[in-house]
């Protein structure tokens, strides 16, 4: 199907610099452009590309516009405006309700309507259904759980603890939600479990990677509040608390009552310890340990840069002398400064 730029620019809210009645068949990033196609630049880092391209329009910011050949829709955020562009161009498919005949669900359930349940899902006694929500094939529902109205649980989602999704929740393929804490005590030796006795608590408009975990909380509850992004492979323990909207990186790793705040960013791979807090508003890089509370807002990095193996290995034989040397160092301030006193 073809769109007019005219009827994009009217639905993404930008202003056109050109002809409105060019036809977008579909979107490419710029190096792929074609004649029909729609693509977008963020900054002067892409002029070149933007120079290259084949594309039918482009959506840029205004000071970019001068270096368009083609059909230029000038927005102050191309990003978000290239997404809804994409959303208008490929709607999301009709939902089509229903229940598969090899689903299992339980007399017990209050399913709304205009639901749709795939083939092989198992939903438990207690659990509630909101309206216009999607349980994809193969998801395992096994504990009391609330789904608000147009979630969608695209396949092989798990909910194994009591559990409260809001509305429009997303969850990816393998996710894991109301797993038991790693909550253990130690008996001379010996471990033996505590059990978990929380729920998981997540706000509207939240979307869960693949693979991703979120344990239930062991006495309070695991809290993932509105707007939260949780990328793929992601591990979010007992009784830890996400801030609304913000959105975490793939492998980052958050231990037990870690408490989060509003609007962060945390980089992939990133570890966040147990028990610390993080203020709103935080950035931390990717692979950085957060080991401490974080009281202001900010960027955080930790880590150490790749180097060439021979550099690393001659570095890292010296840090081991690094309190040696801090030490002499500090004698030897203190000698000059009694010299020169």
């Known amino acids: ?22 036809k977008i068949t579909h979107v490419t990033d710029l190096d792929n452009g074609t004649v029909g196609s729609l693509s977008f ?14 594309a039918s329009a482009v959506i840029v910011p205004a000071d970019l516009v001068a270096h368009c050949e083609m059909v230029a829709l000038v927005s102050d955020n191309p990003s978000l405006s290239f997404a809804r562009a994409v959303r208008y161009i490929y709607p999301a498919d009709e939902l089509i309700p229903g229940i598969h005949p090899s689903a299992i669900i339980s007399d017990e359930c209050e399913v709304a309507n205009n639901v749709a349940i795939g083939p092989n899902v198992v939903i438990n006694a207690k659990c509630t259904i909101g309206d216009n929500s999607v349980i994809g094939p193969g998801c395992i529902i096994t504990a009391p759980c609330f789904i608000g109205a147009y979630a969608n649980l695209i396949a092989r989602v798990s909910i194994v ?10 969850v990816h393929p393998g996710a894991v939600i109301g797993s038991d804490g790693f909550g253990l005590a130690n008996d001379r030796g010996v471990w033996e479990k505590i059990p978990q006795l929380g729920r998981v608590v997540i706000g509207n408009d939240v979307e869960i990677g693949a693979n991703t975990t979120i344990d239930r909380g062991a006495l309070q509850d695991t809290v993932i509040d509105d707007g939260v992004k949780l990328d793929n ?7 830890v608390k996400i801030g609304a909207h913000t959105a975490i990186a793939g492998c980052a790793g958050i231990a037990g009552s870690a ?6 960013g945390i980089g992939g791979g990133a570890g966040i310890q147990g028990h610390i807090e ?4 935080v950035q931390v890089t ?7 509370s974080i009281q202001h807002s900010g960027v955080y990095t930790s880590g150490t840069a790749a180097q060439d193996n021979k550099t690393w290995l ?5 840090f081991k002398e690094l309190d040696r040397i801090a030490r002499r160092l500090q004698d030897l301030e203190k000698r000059l400064a009694n010299k020169k006193g």
């Open 286 to 292: 990717g692979m950085t340990k957060i080991s401490q």
């Open 278 to 281: 993080i203020a709103d508003g």
């Open 1 to 22: 199907m073809a769109y007019s730029v005219r009827d994009i620019a009217r639905v993404i809210g930008a202003d056109i610099v050109g002809d409105g009645d060019v």
């Open 233 to 239: 492979q992601i591990q979010v323990a007992h009784n």
């Open 259 to 264: 408490k989060i705040g509003k609007y962060c």
């Open 314 to 318: 001659r570095n890292a034989l010296r």
């Open 41 to 54: 630049a963020i900054s002067r880092q892409y002029v070149k590309s933007l120079q290259a391209t084949q």
């Open 161 to 170: 603890g009591p559990a409260s999704l809001g509305e429009r929740v997303i």
